[in-house]
């Protein structure tokens, strides 16, 4: 009996552990927040592909809790001012480990007073906000250091070709 028992719970662990759920895709979003004449396109970077989908005025990543759109979002949305940049996971983890070990680059304060800031890199919802004075360091410093953990060259290329809007970024292999 207690054998049966233990079998009975061990096949509902499994059937536990192998049910579909819906995975969190976890994605950097690069979108500009400063004052510019011409539209400047949002770039979502991601390990697996991004699906965004628009519905009213509510927006929502890879089946993510739907975020509210902001004025500036709506634009982006609408006019697809936006970019999709799927890399290799070493690339994706090496640019969350550069940004949470500089996070002397980041405002985070700067809410009372956003015109200083440029870029919001967002990563799982947190905002780390970058002014004009240091985008172009950042971003920079950024790709040489992709460079030195030995990236992914393809990866590394195509973010430096989808960050020359940001800060005329102009490194190469």
């Known amino acids: 009996m207690k054998n049966i028992l233990l079998l009975i719970i061990l096949v509902l662990v499994l059937i536990q552990c192998t049910t579909n759920r819906p995975e969190k895709i976890s994605y950097i979003e690069i979108k500009h927040v400063g004052i510019e004449q011409k539209p400047v396109k949002t770039l979502f970077i991601s390990t697996k592909v991004v699906n965004i989908d628009v519905k009213g005025n509510y927006f929502q990543i890879n089946n993510q809790k739907p975020e509210l759109l902001t004025g500036?979002?709506?634009?982006?949305?609408?006019?697809?001012?936006?970019?999709?940049?799927?890399?290799?996971?070493?690339?994706?983890?090496?640019?969350?480990?550069?940004?949470?070990?500089?996070?002397?680059?980041?405002?985070?304060?700067?809410?009372?007073?956003?015109?200083?800031?440029?870029?919001?890199?967002?990563?799982?919802?947190?905002?780390?906000?970058?002014?004009?004075?240091?985008?172009?360091?950042?971003?920079?410093?950024?790709?040489?250091?992709?460079?030195?953990?030995?990236?992914?060259k393809k990866s590394v290329e195509a973010l430096i070709s989808d960050l020359g809007y940001v800060s005329q970024i102009k490194l190469s292999f």
């Open 72 to 152: 500036r979002d709506q634009f982006i949305f609408a006019n697809s001012e936006y970019s999709v940049l799927q890399i290799d996971d070493k690339t994706f983890q090496k640019i969350i480990f550069f940004i949470n070990q500089h996070l002397y680059f980041f405002d985070h304060t700067a809410k009372q007073d956003s015109r200083d800031i440029d870029y919001s890199i967002v990563i799982d919802g947190v905002h780390h906000d970058i002014s004009y004075e240091r985008e172009t360091v950042f971003f920079s410093q950024m790709i040489l250091f992709l460079k030195s953990e030995n990236c992914d």
